[in-house]
Every structure is written in structure tokens, then in C-alpha cells.
Nanobody, 126 residues
Framework: QVHMVESGGGLVQAGGSLRLSCTAAVLTFDAYAMGWFRQAPGKEREWVSCINRGGRTADYADSVKGRFTISRENAKNTLYLQMDSLQPEDTAMYYC???????????????????WGQGTQVTVSS
């Protein structure tokens, strides 16, 4: 079992920035590929970004490409999501997720991930 806790969400004006963190209580954090997902009220969970275990491979949804940056600090068991130029449509609950499935890769399907955090709310006002 991997227990993960997200933090860093909040209320921000359009055009602002937030940095989300996800800290995992696991001895082998660097064995996991990681992802960020989000879910707005009344909508399905949406993939945002992913990063492989070494941090050298990352990918982004088209809706956030060029505005969001995913990174990880394995020595601190922490995953990050730097979010810049935030827009009201970015408003959602943001979740981190972890998988051991071929952790050299990076994945956008939620069913690939076995472990999930509880989420942190991001609200962007216009």
C-alpha cells in the first residue's frame, strides 16, 4: 500500500500560479511512475500529466501543455506540478497517482495507476 498526500491547492486568480506537491509514504518512491489527474464537478476524471520513475520522461495533456510542469524529487519522495497561467477551466480536484507498471514509462490511462491520493482542490477565479 502506498499512502500519498497532495498539498498546495487553493484559490487563485486567472493568470496566477500554484505548485502542487504529492508526498508518498513508501520506501521505494523511485520505483513508481507517477501521474497527475483532475476532476471537475460533473465531469470525468481527466489525465493532466505523467512522469516516469527517473523523471526523464514526461508528458502532458494538450489542455495544459506549455503551462504546467511536472517534476519529482525522489530523495524526498515527492512529486510536483507547477501550474502557471491558470485559467478558470483548470478548476478541479487534483489527484496524484502511482504505478509500478513498467515504471520506465509514462501513462495517461487512470486504470494503469494502482495508488491514488485524496486530492487537493484548485479553484481559479476569473
Amino acid at each position: 500500500q502506498v499512502h500519498m498526500v497532495e498539498s498546495g491547492g487553493g484559490l487563485v486568480q486567472a493568470g496566477g500560479s500554484l505548485r502542487l506537491s504529492c508526498t508518498a509514504a513508501v520506501l521505494t518512491f523511485d520505483a513508481y511512475a507517477m501521474g497527475w489527474f483532475r476532476q471537475a464537478p460533473g465531469k470525468e476524471r481527466e489525465w493532466v500529466s505523467c512522469i516516469n520513475r527517473g523523471g526523464r520522461t514526461a508528458d502532458y495533456a494538450d489542455s495544459v501543455k506549455g503551462r504546467f510542469t511536472i517534476s519529482r524529487e525522489n530523495a524526498k519522495n515527492t512529486l510536483y506540478l507547477q501550474m502557471d497561467s491558470l485559467q478558470p477551466e483548470d478548476t478541479a480536484m487534483y489527484y496524484c497517482a502511482a504505478t509500478l507498471y513498467d515504471s520506465s514509462g509514462c501513462y495517461f490511462r487512470p486504470e494503469t495507476y494502482k495508488y491514488w491520493g485524496q486530492g487537493t482542490q484548485v479553484t481559479v477565479s476569473s
